[in-house]
Each structure stands twice: as C-alpha cells, then as structure tokens.
C-alpha cells in the first residue's frame, strides 16, 4: 500500500510518524488492488479516447465511495430473506451456487491485502473533523494534504 511505504520512506528519514502525529480520516477511501486493474482495464478499452488515468485506481476507488459500495462491493451477495419475501428481486435470474462460490473466492483474493494492512492502518484512523474543528475553535493552523496521485 502506498501510504504505508510513504511512511516508512519518512520514517527512514529521521521523520517520527506515529498515530499521535499523523491522523487517517476513518471515513477515508482506500484504493485497493482492483481499483488499480479496473482503472487500467477501463483505461486500456477506450483506444484511442484514453483520458490518460495514472492507472492507479483513484478514479474507481472515488467512484466506490461515491456510491457507497466500498469496500462492500467485494463482498459475494445472494438476496437475503427479506428481499426473498418482498420478492425485490423478483424476475432477477439467481445465480448458481458454483458462480456464489467462485464470487466469494474472488471476493476472499481481493479482501486478504486489505486484511494485511488493516491492524498497520487502524491506529492512524480517528475521527480527524471532530480534531479540525477544534482546532479551529482554538484558531490553531491547520495544513491539509488532499493530493490526486
């Protein structure tokens, strides 16, 4: 993950960085593997119309948040008991049991990098507007980063 090698490269510097001096909104969208292949592979099918993406992932990964499917969108869904009774999914072809199965093993493939990181990444995270706010109460500066890399 790359803020994990930033910090690392900093620490190297002589930098301490630690979960008291660095603070991870944890609400903040993480780009995972796959956003980084859809990224290219939507990249690659636009030819000649290419927007020219990093290639990254930062596109898919914000479209995620946006529609609040992420990180749940890897996880494997069948209709639940509610939407059975509702019939919500009506007329909806179910999937088979072996495409459930081959869903939860992509699911379970593109889920055990983000399970690597998360006890790394977990002690940055905190509830970083409540800290700016006070901080502004106290009319302290306050230095944002909001890179697109």
């Known amino acids: 993950m790359a803020l994990l090698s930033e910090i690392e490269k900093v620490q190297a510097q002589g930098v301490g960085v630690t979960p008291?001096?660095?603070?991870?909104?944890?609400?903040?969208?993480?780009?995972?593997?796959?956003?980084?292949?859809?990224?290219?592979?939507?990249?690659?099918?636009?030819?000649?119309?290419?927007?020219?993406?990093?290639?990254?992932?930062?596109?898919?990964?914000?479209e995620d948040k946006a529609g609040r499917r992420a990180p749940a969108h890897l996880r494997p869904r069948a209709p639940g008991p509610r939407e059975a009774k509702t019939g919500s999914d009506a007329g909806a072809p179910q999937p088979h049991p072996r495409s459930l199965r081959h869903r939860a093993d992509g699911a379970r493939r593109h889920l055990k990098p983000l399970a690597e990181v998360t006890p790394k990444l977990l002690p940055y995270a905190a509830p970083v507007w409540r800290i700016l706010e006070k901080a502004r109460e106290e009319n302290r500066r306050i230095?944002?980063?909001g890179a697109q890399e």
Do not use: M
Not at 43 to 48: C, D, F, I, S
């Open 143 to 145: 230095l944002f980063e």
């Open 20 to 62: 008291e001096s660095l603070k991870i909104a944890e609400n903040a969208c993480l780009i995972l593997p796959i956003h980084s292949k859809l990224d290219q592979a939507a990249e690659a099918l636009r030819g000649t119309g290419k927007i020219g993406t990093t290639g990254r992932g930062i596109g898919p990964a914000y």
